[in-house]
């Protein structure tokens, strides 16, 4: 059973140009978490999303910043207009059960890093 | 004040040395307690969740006191492979995010 998969697995981009950063849940996961790490600094909690739903995006950037999950494929958090202070680590996490998070199964993370 | 402040470290013992780590939290309605392990910057793991009267795994020792909203986490034993970034993480309850501390950074020297 393979676990959660995120790629890719480093991402280089200009300023000004679009980010996108796919997560595909482990199976039988329908709750997906994104996460940011700057360096030297704690996750913090970006969006949570079960299938076609946005359940609690509090902490996303208002501007530039989305996600979605489809019905069918991964879950996508895109940047647009990228700078360079987004440059960091993305986790994401998936969970069988809403609203569970002793059961948080994370991917290998996206390192972002913005020229 | 941060949600979760933890041991700033960095933390350099030696092998079979017993170390601590500590974290407080913020938000008194807090409802679940864990410890995560990150290694290297890679994705953190979870080492073990808190309960209110402690609990015990192998070499690993966490214990909660609410009334002083505090968390700790006790190494015996220390190994080599015990370096690493451990994070100390709340949930509230009434959200369904983590709320991670910026983690204490341990090195295990031969």
């Known amino acids: 059973n393979a676990g959660v998969m995120q790629n890719p697995r480093h991402l280089v981009r200009r300023r000004g140009q679009e980010a996108r950063l796919r997560c595909s849940p482990m199976?039988?996961?329908?709750?997906v978490y994104w996460y940011r790490q700057l360096p030297e600094e704690g996750l913090k909690f970006m969006v949570y999303?079960?299938?076609?739903?946005?359940?609690?995006e509090s902490g996303m950037p208002k501007e530039r910043f989305s996600a979605e999950f489809p019905k069918e494929g991964p879950s996508i958090l895109r940047i647009q207009q990228v700078v360079r202070g987004d440059s960091a680590a993305y986790f994401c996490?998936?969970?069988?059960?809403?609203?569970?998070?002793?059961?948080?199964?994370f991917g290998s993370g996206t390192q972002l890093s913005v020229l | 004040r941060k949600e979760v402040e933890q041991d700033p470290g960095p933390f350099n013992v030696p092998e079979g040395a017993t170390v601590a780590f500590n974290c407080t939290y913020s938000?008194?309605?807090?409802?679940?307690f864990f410890w995560y392990r990150q290694d290297c910057r890679k994705e953190p793991k979870l080492l073990m969740s808190?309960?209110?009267s402690g609990n015990e795994d192998g070499r690993f020792t966490a214990q909660l006191n609410r009334a002083s909203q505090y968390i700790s986490l006790l190494i015996r034993d220390s190994k080599l492979s015990d370096s690493a970034t451990y994070l100390c993480?709340?949930?509230?309850?009434?959200?369904?995010?983590?709320?991670f501390g910026s983690g204490t950074q341990l090195t295990v020297l031969p």
């Open positions: 996490a998936s969970s069988p059960v809403e609203g569970n998070n002793e059961k948080l199964f």
């Open positions: 199976k039988g996961h329908s709750h």
């Open positions: 999303l079960q299938k076609e739903n946005i359940i609690d």
């Open positions: 938000n008194s309605a807090s409802q679940s």
């Open positions: 808190v309960y209110s």
């Open positions: 993480v709340v949930n509230d309850g009434s959200a369904r995010q983590l709320t």
